[in-house]
Antibody, heavy 120, light 111 residues
Framework: EVQLVESGGGLVQPGGSLRLSCAASGFTFSDHYMDWVRQAPGKGLEWVGRARNKASRDTTQYAASVKGRFTVSRDDSKNSLYLQMNSLKTEDTAIYYC???????????WGKGTTVTVSS | QSALTQPRSVSGSPGQSVTISCTGTSSDVGAYNYVSWYQHHPGKAPKLMIY???KWPSGVPDRFSGSKSGNTASLTISGLQAEDEADYYCCSYTGSQNLWVFGGGTKLTVL
């Protein structure tokens, strides 16, 4: 069974930093691209960023709203995905989901999310 | 890339059918047959229901079906059941910097 478990969420002040983690199991992690998607309170889903796999040189891609502030990384030896969030803004307050890419053009497995609150 | 437009809510009685629309642009929904739909019960992990406009992942009942016309995609749920009550989100590949764009979500109420 595919499992994605996020951790690391919490309360942080504007301008602060936070690192989210996602532990993956039940599939060959290194085969897949992985994404972060977030949902702000009362809002829809928003794609945040992607880490491609080693076959694609572990390259990353980001939404314009977080580019330059957030960094997605992965450690295939630990079956883990990370999201380093710097210069946090109140509008980054959201539930952050770890998501598996299907190898095609859709996301086929999600975690339950971890909550990040940016507030003074 | 603006979010895709979905109705905020739809409702139906058990056994009935409902359709949720998802309107984008010629740069996302209209450009690619890569529309997917997700069911989300709050507090749980979202679940893939439809991919590539009208394909079913393993384990999803064929009561759920997808279609697309121009810049608008649709999810139809037939034979409504109580457990279908959830939030539904559409998603389209964009091929641009903002790789994926989602809809704002539709709350389905089973009366």
């Amino acid at each position: 069974e595919v499992q994605l478990v996020e951790s690391g969420g919490g309360l942080v002040q504007p301008g602060g930093s936070l690192r989210l983690s996602c532990a993956a199991s039940g599939f060959t992690f290194s085969d897949h691209y992985m994404d972060w998607v977030r949902q702000a309170p009362g809002k829809g889903l928003e794609w945040v960023g992607r880490a491609r796999n080693k076959a694609s040189r572990d390259t990353t891609q980001y939404a314009a709203s977080v580019k330059g502030r957030f960094t997605v990384s992965r450690d295939d030896s630990k079956n883990s995905l990370y999201l380093q969030m710097n210069s946090l803004k109140t509008e980054d307050t959201a539930i952050y989901y770890c998501v598996r890419d299907s190898k095609y053009y859709y996301m086929d497995a999600w975690g339950k999310g971890t909550t990040v609150t940016v507030s003074s | 890339q603006s979010a895709l437009t979905q109705p905020r809510s739809v409702s139906g009685s058990p056994g009935q059918s409902v359709t949720i629309s998802c309107t984008g642009t010629s740069s996302d929904v209209g450009a690619y047959n890569y529309v997917s739909w997700y069911q989300h019960h709050p507090g749980k992990a979202p679940k893939l229901m439809i991919y590539d406009v009208n394909k079913w992942p393993s384990g999803v009942p064929d009561r759920f079906s997808g279609s697309k016309s121009g810049n608008t995609a649709s999810l139809t749920i037939s034979g409504l059941q109580a457990e279908d009550e959830a939030d539904y989100y559409c998603c389209s590949y964009t091929g641009s910097q903002n790789l994926w764009v989602f809809g704002g979500g539709t709350k389905l109420t089973v009366l």
